[in-house]
C-alpha cells in the first residue's frame, strides 16, 4: 500500500547533491536548530504501550473533505508535492490516502517520508551575523499535514472534563478575550479589598516545542485517557524524524530529531497545551493563565505577604526542570498593580538566582496592559494601526469600487484591528481615547460612503454576545460569575466597590443581560 504513495511522490522538484561549500554553513544551522535534543527516549517507552483500544478508523468521506480545503499557496514540504495538486485530485486520491492513514494508525507506524522536516531559514533583519538571526521556518509534507487534522479533530472529541479550566489554547468556547478577560478579572476584584495588590509574571520559554520529551508527553497523555494504540502512534510520529536545512537549491546532511514537536507540525500548539495539564497553581490566592506557550502566574497579595507567590514562582521553576522547558528570564517579565498611596518598594521576584525585569507595561496576548490599567497605550496601538490600513480602503475607493465592497474591506481589516478584545478593555477606555477610536470609524465612513456601527455599540453587542456563550457552556471557568437570581429572570449583579471594576467585562455584561430582560 506505501507504493500506492510513490507515484505520487515521483511529482516533486528535484535538488541537486550538497556538495558545495556552503553546505557547511546549513549543517551547522541544523545542528544550531537541534540543540535541545537530549537523546533517544523511544527505547523506554514503546514497550510500555499495548494496543487495548479499538484504532482510529477514518472515512473516505472525511479525508476527501480535508484534501478539498487544502490551501494552495502554502508552501510544498520536503517531498516537493504542491497543494493545489492535492487539492485538484482530492477526489482521485482520496480512497488511497484514506487506507494509507488507516494502515498507519492500525499499526501504529507513521512512514518516514511523512515525518521529515525541511527548515527554511529566514533573516530576522538585513545583516544577519549569527545563527540566532536566523529564524527558522519549518516545511513538513502537505499530506502530513492533512493527516494531522483528522487526529487533532479526534484528540478534541475524546478530552477528559477535568482538564485545567485556565488553559484556553484549542479548548472549544475559549480565546486569548477568555484568557484575558479573567486574568484582569481575578485582579480587579482582588484589588476591590484593603490592602492589597496584585504581581503577574509573564513566563517565556526558550523553545517550548522543541524541548518536548516525547516519552512524558505519552505518558501525560495515557493518564489523560488517550487510547493507547493513538499514544504509540503519536510517539512513532514524534521520534525518528529526518531533519535538513534547505537554502535555495542547497541542503545540509539530514539528522534525525527524537525530541521535541516539529515546527510545522498542525498539532504542536494543542500537544503542548496537553503536556502543561499539570501544570496548577498550588494555593488558591495564585492563579496560573495558560494560552498554548504564553504562561501567566498572578499572585494576590494580602497585607504585603509574598510568601505562596514567591512559592509558587519556585515550583514552576522545578516543574520547567522536571518536564525538560527552559525558562528565558531574560525575557520573562513582571507587572506589579498596586493603587496602594506610600506602599513600600516591592522587591524583585528571582527565578533560579536571576532577577526578573518588572516592567510598566506588557503585550499580554495582543493586548497591551499597563501597571494602572489604563488603556491609553492599547488604544493608541490600535488606532495607528488602523490608520495604516486607511490608506489601502482609500486607494480602493479611487478606483470606484462599490461600496459594499469597502465596508466589507473596512469591517475585515480595520474594525478588526479596533475591535480587538474590545470586551477586555472597552469599558475602562477614557473619554480622549474613546473619541480617538470613533474618529477612526467617522474617517472610514466617510471614505467608503455608507454607515458603519458605532464602536460603543459593538462593544455592548461582543459582551452579550460572549456573556451568553459562557452561560450555556458549565465547564467555562467563568460560568459560575452568570447566576440567576430566585426568579429566574434577572442575574445576580457582581458585588464593585471601584469604578474600574463595575466597568470591566464581567459586571458590564450582568447590567447588560438584565437590561435586556
Known amino acids: 500500500m506505501w507504493q500506492g504513495l510513490q507515484?505520487?511522490?515521483?511529482y516533486r522538484t528535484t535538488k541537486p547533491s550538497p556538495t558545495s561549500s556552503d553546505v557547511s554553513f546549513l549543517n551547522e544551522l541544523n545542528n544550531f536548530y537541534a540543540r535541545f535534543?537530549?537523546?533517544?527516549?523511544?527505547?523506554?517507552?514503546?514497550?510500555?504501550?499495548?494496543?487495548?483500544?479499538?484504532?482510529?478508523?477514518?472515512?473516505?468521506?472525511?479525508?476527501?473533505?480535508v484534501l478539498s480545503r487544502i490551501n494552495v499557496h502554502k508552501a510544498a514540504g520536503p517531498d516537493g508535492i504542491p497543494g493545489r495538486v492535492l487539492r485538484a485530485c482530492s477526489g482521485e486520491l482520496a480512497g488511497v490516502m484514506t487506507d494509507?492513514?488507516?494502515?498507519?494508525?492500525?499499526?501504529?507506524?507513521?512512514?518516514?517520508?511523512f515525518k521529515s522536516t525541511s527548515i527554511v531559514p529566514i533573516p530576522k533583519n538585513s545583516n544577519p551575523s549569527s545563527l540566532n538571526d536566523y529564524r527558522p521556518v519549518a516545511l513538513t509534507p502537505i499530506i502530513t499535514k492533512c493527516l494531522e487534522q483528522l487526529v487533532l479533530a479526534h484528540f478534541?472529541?475524546?478530552?477528559?472534563?477535568?482538564?485545567?479550566?485556565?488553559?484556553?489554547?484549542?479548548?472549544?468556547?475559549?480565546?486569548?478575550e477568555d484568557a484575558v478577560s479573567i486574568a484582569l478579572h481575578s485582579v480587579l476584584s482582588h484589588l476591590d479589598n484593603n490592602n492589597t495588590y496584585a504581581r503577574m509574571l509573564f513566563i517565556d520559554f526558550s523553545s517550548a516545542?522543541?524541548?518536548?520529551?516525547?516519552?512524558?508527553?505519552?505518558?501525560?497523555?495515557?493518564?489523560?485517557?488517550?487510547?493507547?494504540?493513538?499514544?504509540k502512534w503519536l510517539l512513532d510520529f514524534l521520534t525518528n524524524r529526518p531533519q535538513h536545512v534547505r537554502l535555495d537549491n542547497r541542503c545540509s546532511s539530514t539528522i534525525t530529531m527524537n525530541t521535541g514537536v516539529p515546527q510545522g507540525c498542525v498539532m504542536s500548539p494543542f500537544l503542548y497545551s496537553l503536556f502543561t495539564h499539570d501544570c496548577r497553581p498550588a494555593d488558591g490566592s495564585n492563579t496560573i493563565i495558560k494560552f498554548a506557550d504564553d504562561t501567566t502566574v498572578i499572585g494576590l497579595i494580602s497585607d504585603n505577604d509574598e510568601a505562596t507567590y514567591r512559592e509558587e514562582?519556585?515550583?514552576?521553576?522545578?516543574?520547567?526542570?522536571?518536564?525538560?522547558?527552559?525558562?528565558?528570564?531574560?525575557?520573562?517579565?513582571?507587572?506589579?498593580?498596586?493603587?496602594?498611596?506610600?506602599?513600600?518598594?516591592?522587591?524583585?521576584?528571582?527565578?533560579?538566582?536571576?532577577?526578573v525585569e518588572r516592567v510598566n507595561s506588557f503585550k499580554f496576548l495582543g493586548v497591551h496592559i499597563s501597571e494602572d490599567l489604563i488603556w491609553t497605550t492599547n488604544c493608541s496601538k490600535l488606532v495607528k494601526k488602523a490608520h495604516q490600513r486607511l490608506f489601502f480602503l482609500r486607494t480602493l475607493r479611487k478606483n470606484h469600487l462599490s461600496s459594499d465592497i469597502l465596508v466589507n474591506f473596512y469591517r475585515c481589516t480595520i474594525e478588526s484591528i479596533l475591535t480587538n478584545c474590545i470586551t477586555v478593555w472597552y469599558g475602562n477606555c477614557s473619554a480622549s481615547d474613546r473619541k480617538a477610536l470613533q474618529r477612526v470609524v467617522k474617517t472610514a465612513q466617510r471614505i467608503a460612503g455608507a454607515p458603519l456601527p458605532a464602536i460603543k455599540d459593538i462593544y455592548r453587542k461582543r459582551c452579550l454576545k460572549r456573556a451568553g456563550k459562557i452561560i450555556r457552556d458549565p465547564s467555562h471557568?467563568?460560568?459560575?460569575?452568570?447566576?440567576?437570581?430566585?426568579?429566574?429572570?434577572?442575574?445576580?449583579?457582581?458585588?464593585?466597590?471601584?469604578?474600574?471594576?463595575?466597568?470591566?467585562?464581567?459586571?458590564?455584561?450582568?447590567?447588560?443581560?438584565?437590561?435586556?430582560?
Open 313 to 355: 514562582v519556585d515550583r514552576l521553576a522545578e516543574w520547567c526542570d522536571t518536564n525538560n522547558l527552559l525558562l528565558n528570564t531574560e525575557k520573562t517579565k513582571e507587572l506589579i498593580v498596586d493603587y496602594r498611596r506610600n506602599a513600600d518598594p516591592h522587591p524583585p521576584i528571582h527565578i533560579k538566582g536571576t532577577a
Open 37 to 65: 535534543e537530549r537523546g533517544n527516549p523511544t527505547t523506554t517507552t514503546k514497550t510500555d504501550v499495548t494496543p487495548d483500544h479499538q484504532p482510529l478508523t477514518l472515512s473516505p468521506t472525511d479525508v476527501g473533505a
Open 100 to 113: 494509507i492513514f488507516n494502515l498507519s494508525l492500525a499499526h501504529a507506524v507513521v512512514p518516514a517520508c
Open 156 to 176: 478534541k472529541s475524546c478530552l477528559p472534563p477535568t482538564l485545567d479550566p485556565h488553559q484556553f489554547a484549542y479548548r472549544q468556547n475559549r480565546s486569548t
Open 209 to 231: 516545542f522543541n524541548t518536548i520529551l516525547p516519552s512524558q508527553l505519552i505518558r501525560k497523555l495515557t493518564d489523560l485517557g488517550i487510547s493507547s494504540l493513538i499514544c
Open 477 to 517: 471557568p467563568s460560568h459560575g460569575l452568570f447566576t440567576l437570581l430566585p426568579s429566574g429572570r434577572r442575574y445576580r449583579s457582581l458585588r464593585t466597590k471601584t469604578t474600574r471594576y463595575r466597568n470591566s467585562f464581567f459586571p458590564t455584561a450582568v447590567r447588560l443581560l438584565n437590561s435586556a430582560s
Open 7 to 10: 507515484t505520487i511522490t515521483d
